[in-house]
């Protein structure tokens, strides 16, 4: 038993070192790489500009869709060239919200579809391709229900379409409406912005395969085509047709320097959702392109990065397996056995990306590094939420795409949210309860016999309980209360919920 514990631990430990060291890896491609830029070609002449659709997928998102339709509305490219496609598959007051919304900008000369398919069938990707099936545009932007892109996002990205022709996408980097509205938004913040920094452009100019976020970018219609077109087997259709495009040969373009500006979710419950079904569709790109990308032509530096990219979200269940073994390890006296020392320098990966992409971003950059502690106790209190995203995406059963509610959140602490937007706890706040005080045991018996792991065991808990904590807290009433963010109860990352 004592044996199989510690192969449970060591390959845990293992586990987790390299995603950390991997994270060394891509902070020091990010260095080497980070004063390069795209050249930035010249804009067409005005009676050349291509056709373009701008798809606006959305779902019960009554909150933030006039936002949308107002935002899009002001996009500078010429309007015989602009078709807005509004996909809603909406059975709440969306709808109609919406149908005005677009009334009022129809009347300034724009072309603007409202579509509607009486049916969730394919979730977004089906929404995506259905709308694709109703349009001769040559390209497409897509935008989430949440972003509020700049009037002059279209004329910088298109260009560099026509410069090169292998070119199949443009991806813009993520921005945030609400990042100082509450010690949770400010955690989420640091972690958006390492991924679309550090690892988005080391990948990117490191000749790495990258991928679409999902939106705030732009596909040319014949990469889409020629990879096999949107597709609804997985939960993460801009991962899925990003690797199918690579594949096939098709170069994809990352602009740190566009920036599209969103909402980031303020509920735990929310942002938990939103992680899980990240999680899920990953891992279900892992098991549909792992095969393929052993045996593609890449080179193995290609290969490897592109499996610890899809594979990311193993780091959870294998946090809870050395959550889980870390106890009868040290009740045993077995734990100081194992040769694992060296792997500590491992948990200096997240953080050096943490601290590169502020010092990148912004001036004031060291205040921003004080939701750290934050986002720390996120990254560990969501493991049991996302190891069982990681089993659905096993399942032989297809998961169901939940949405992430929107509630127009504004930095002074405003919402527009009522309860029926405020996600109720589910049973994983007590899975995070247990393993609270698990891990909290753990570490009171890890002074006296493992004082090297007690840190770590702290953490742990913290981590766990933090989130279930605030979960409890933030379900506790069902109306979302308009309250300043500087009371005491924000402290605990919830806005004031």
Not at 348 to 377: K, N, S
Not at 403 to 428: F, M, N, S
């Amino acid at each position: 038993m004592i044996a199989v514990l510690q192969v449970i631990y060591g390959i845990s430990a293992l586990g987790l070192a390299l995603i950390g060291f991997n994270a060394l890896v891509l902070s020091i491609v990010y260095l080497w790489h980070r004063r390069k830029r795209a050249v930035e070609p010249p804009p067409p002449p005005e009676g050349e500009w291509p056709s373009v659709v701008v798809q606006l997928p959305v779902f019960n998102e009554r909150y933030v869709v006039r936002r949308l339709v107002e935002a899009v509305s002001r996009l500078d490219y010429p309007h015989d060239r602009l078709t807005i496609q509004l996909l809603d598959d909406s059975t709440d007051k969306t709808s109609r919200i919406a149908a005005e919304a677009i009334g009022h900008a129809c009347q300034r000369g724009l072309r603007f579809e409202h579509i509607r398919r009486g049916t969730r069938a394919g979730y977004k990707a089906g929404a995506l391709a259905y709308g694709l099936g109703k349009t001769d545009a040559q390209f497409v932007a897509v935008f989430d229900a949440d972003f509020v892109p700049e009037p002059d996002f279209l004329r910088r990205v298109i260009p560099y379409f026509s410069a090169d022709e292998s070119l199949g996408m443009v991806q813009t980097r993520w921005a945030h409406l609400n990042a100082d509205y509450s010690p949770l938004t400010r955690a989420q913040a640091l972690a958006l912005d390492a991924h679309f920094i550090v690892e988005q452009i080391s990948r990117n100019r490191g000749g790495l395969l990258s991928n679409f976020s999902g939106t705030a970018g732009v596909w040319r219609r014949t990469c889409i085509e020629d990879s096999g077109g949107w597709q609804t087997d997985t939960l993460s259709e801009d991962i899925d047709l990003s690797y199918r495009a690579q594949l096939r040969g098709w170069r994809l373009l990352y602009l740190p320097e566009v920036a599209t500006p969103a909402e980031i979710p303020t509920q735990i419950m929310a942002f938990k959702r939103q992680q899980a079904r990240w999680a899920t569709g990953t891992i279900q790109c892992l098991r549909k392109h792992g095969p393929r990308l052993l045996g593609a032509r890449l080179n193995i530096w290609q290969k490897l990065e592109a499996l610890y990219h899809l594979g990311g979200y193993l780091v959870h269940p294998l946090m809870i397996l050395l959550v889980l073994s870390t106890l009868p390890m040290v009740v045993t006296g077995h734990l100081g056995r194992l040769p694992l020392t060296a792997l500590g320098l491992a948990v200096f990966g997240p953080p050096l990306e943490i601290v590169l992409a502020q010092m990148h971003l912004h001036r004031d950059w060291p205040r921003r590094l004080t939701a750290f502690p934050v986002l720390m106790l996120l990254g560990i209190g969501i493991a049991v939420s996302n190891t069982k995203a990681v089993f659905q995406a096993f399942s032989a059963r297809p998961p169901t795409f939940k949405r992430t509610p929107k509630l127009q959140v504004h930095e002074d602490g405003r919402a527009k949210a009522v309860g029926d937007y405020v996600l109720p706890i589910d049973h994983t706040v007590w899975f995070e309860l247990a393993l609270g005080v698990y891990a909290g045991v753990t570490a009171l018996l890890a002074f006296d016999h493992a004082p090297a792991v007690a840190p770590f065991m702290v953490l742990y808990a913290l981590g766990f309980l933090y989130v279930a904590g605030t979960s409890l807290w933030q379900a506790r009433g069902k109306r979302v209360r308009r309250v300043s963010r500087e009371r005491f109860w924000g402290l605990l990352g919830t806005g004031g919920h």
